[in-house]
Every structure is written in C-alpha cells, then in structure tokens.
C-alpha cells in the first residue's frame, strides 16, 4: 500500500484529512511539524509527502529544501494559503512535485497526489520537478536559464509560455485543464480568459512541434484541457 505522510500542524485538518486519504486507499503517516516530518522520512521513506507551508518553527519549504539538500527524490505536494504565481514558481524551483491552494477539495488531493505518483517513484531517480534540465526526445529545457532548445538550436519563446511549457513536462502524462493552467501558470489574481492558455500553447507548438498542425507533444484532450504526451526525462 502507498504511504503517504500528511504534514500539518492543525490537528482539525489531519484529524479529517488522514481517515479521507486512509479510504482512499493510502495508508497515512501524521506529523505536526517541520522536525517531526524529517525525522519521518528518516525513519521509514514515504512514497509521497503532503506538506502544509505555514507551520510554526521549521515551516513546511524549509522541510523542502532540507530534503532536497539532503539528496532526497521523495515526491512532495505542498498546501499553501499563498495564491500567487511568484510563491508557485518558487516552490517548484526549490523542487516541490505540486501545489494546492488552501481551502481545497480533499478529492482534488487525491487526484494530485495519484498524478504525482504516476509520473515517477522516488526509486525512479530525481523527480521531475526538483529537476534543473528537462528532456523530451530533442526538445531540452533548462530552467534555470530558461532558454529551450530543439535540436540543438535555442527556441525563443515569452517567458509566460516558457513556464507554461515546464509545468506541462514537469506533469507529462496528466491531462491539465486551461482553468487548472491559468490557477497554476498565471495565478489566482490573474483575471483573464482561457483563451490567453490558448494563445500561448499555440505559440508553444509554433515553437517546438515539427508540425504545429499535427501536434505530437503538447496535444488536446477534447473537453479536458492540454497534456504533454512526449516521455520527458531529468536531463
């Protein structure tokens, strides 16, 4: 069975969370704060973490980044009460698998963490998102200088499309809605349209597809959103 370690210090919320995830097939692991989640994966590696920010004393990105300093690959979902797309990014640089927004749909955990899961193990080696480089076939991201190249040739690309493209291979294989790409990409407190998701996925097939007619890496799901269908690698 899947475990997975829920780290939070509000007891109201594991003490709801925790039985949810138990019947949803996960077996759960509790801890109440930052020190008592380390000692955790110390002691017996979880498959997954969820991990609450704000916490008292060592708060949930400093427990990230220790383990993440320390070599660990466990994949960890954050919960935060920040909504902007700036304390997104950075959670996904510091090498966070996923984020959700507090308050949130337990149901929505689950389909997150099922979704991590999906895309690697931690024995599979560095998880995609801690990753500085990304490959899919000929097409490489480095995200650290955000520059993309294909084929060897650098792609210039917006900066909005350019983080559009690592959440879409740092989530390879998951159909992602545009509403779900606007939350993630944009941020809450951009008010726009889903068709500003559409203009920038056009650009990105512009950009990286050899046919931007007959997409083969980021391709539609009628009804459902966008997916990075190519196998993306940590480069």
Do not use: C
């Not at 389909?111 to 097409?139: D, E, F, Y």
């Not at 779900?180 to 407190?189: A, D, H, N, P, Y």
């Not at 512009?206 to 083969?216: I, K, L, N, T």
């Amino acid at each position: 069975m899947t475990t997975v370690l829920l780290v939070d210090d509000e007891a109201a919320i594991t003490d709801n969370l925790a039985p949810f995830l138990q019947r949803s097939g996960f077996e759960v692991v509790v801890a109440g704060d930052g020190d008592a989640a380390l000692a955790r994966v110390a002691a017996g590696r979880p498959d997954l973490v969820v991990l609450d920010v704000l916490m008292p004393g060592r708060d949930g990105r400093s427990v990230l980044r220790e383990l993440r300093r320390g070599g660990s690959t466990v994949p960890i979902i954050l919960l935060t009460q920040v909504g902007e797309s700036v304390e997104r990014a950075m959670a996904l640089e510091e090498g966070a698998d996923d984020y959700l927004n507090k308050p949130f749909d337990p149901h929505e955990l689950v389909a997150r963490i099922r979704a991590v899961l999906r895309r690697g193990t931690p024995a599979a080696g560095p998880s995609l998102a801690a990753a500085h480089r990304l490959r899919s076939g000929s097409l490489v991201l480095d995200r650290t200088s955000q520059r993309v190249l294909r084929d060897g040739a650098e792609v210039v690309l917006t900066p909005r499309a350019t983080t559009l493209l690592a959440y879409l291979m740092t989530h390879a294989g998951e159909t992602v809605s545009r509403e779900r790409l606007l939350e993630e990409v944009w941020g809450w407190s951009f008010h726009t349209s889903t068709r500003t998701v559409d203009t920038r996925v056009a650009e990105l097939r512009r950009a990286v597809e050899a046919d931007s007619g007959d997409p083969q890496l980021v391709v539609t799901v009628p009804g459902e959103g966008y997916r990075f269908a190519g196998p993306v690698e940590a480069a």
